[in-house]
């Protein structure tokens, strides 16, 4: 009866904004724009409780490159580039920022983090201003924790925790509890491996 339930909310939430995914469709096939993506983000990311994650939930499953309808996305959270996805059973807090990310399954985003799109999009090799954006995806490995307010620049591997107010600089293995700012690894499993 749950699993019947789930898909019948689904299912509504589905219909309810069928008529912004049209209107993403028509973007995507028109233009490379993504203001009309970033709009109707912005616009869902407006409605509170549980109706609004429900229906941020539908909306991205199909406009993401690869998003699960199984998620909880917070009020105020908005994905700005459709190259991006979400893994099932993850839940993303309030008044997230999320650019090009590709997050796993059951990761857990605490309020205000922040994903942009890599660490250098406005800077070639040489350090010089570039008139264009320069997008890194970065990763987020499944069952990981991200604390209040970190600011991810980098991957983060498999059931790592970045705690609060970190900022990921460089890119944390699997198994890292990493914080500060820059992040710094606390805890390794690698680490833990060897001392038994």
């Known amino acids: 009866m749950k699993a019947f339930l789930k898909k019948a909310v689904y299912v509504l939430s589905l219909v ?3 008529p912004l995914i049209f209107i993403d469709r028509i973007e995507r096939w028109l233009s ?4 009309a993506f970033v709009f109707m983000a912005q616009l869902l990311g407006l409605v509170p409780g549980l109706a609004g994650s429900c229906l941020r939930a539908a909306y991205y499953s199909a406009t993401l490159d690869a998003a699960s309808s199984e998620v909880h996305i917070g009020f105020g959270t908005i994905f700005c580039h459709r190259d991006a996805g979400i893994g099932r059973h993850s839940s993303i807090g309030m ?3 999320f650019g090009c990310v590709r997050i796993g399954e059951e990761v857990m985003f605490a309020n205000r983090v ?3 799109s890599g660490k250098r ?3 070639d090799e040489t350090g010089e201003i570039v008139p264009t954006t320069r997008r890194t995806t970065i990763q987020v490995g499944s069952r990981s924790w991200i604390g209040e307010g970190a600011i991810i620049l980098a991957d983060v591997g498999e059931n790592c925790v970045v705690g609060a107010g970190s900022v990921v600089t460089k890119a944390l293995t699997d198994g890292t509890t990493a914080a500060g700012n820059p992040a710094k ?3 390794s499993m690698a680490e833990d491996g060897n001392r038994g």
């Open 121 to 123: 999009q406005h800077l």
């Open 114 to 116: 922040s994903i942009p």
């Open 95 to 97: 008044h997230c920022i």
């Open 16 to 18: 309810i904004v069928s």
């Open 32 to 35: 490379k724009s993504e203001q």
């Open 185 to 187: 690894v606390l805890r």
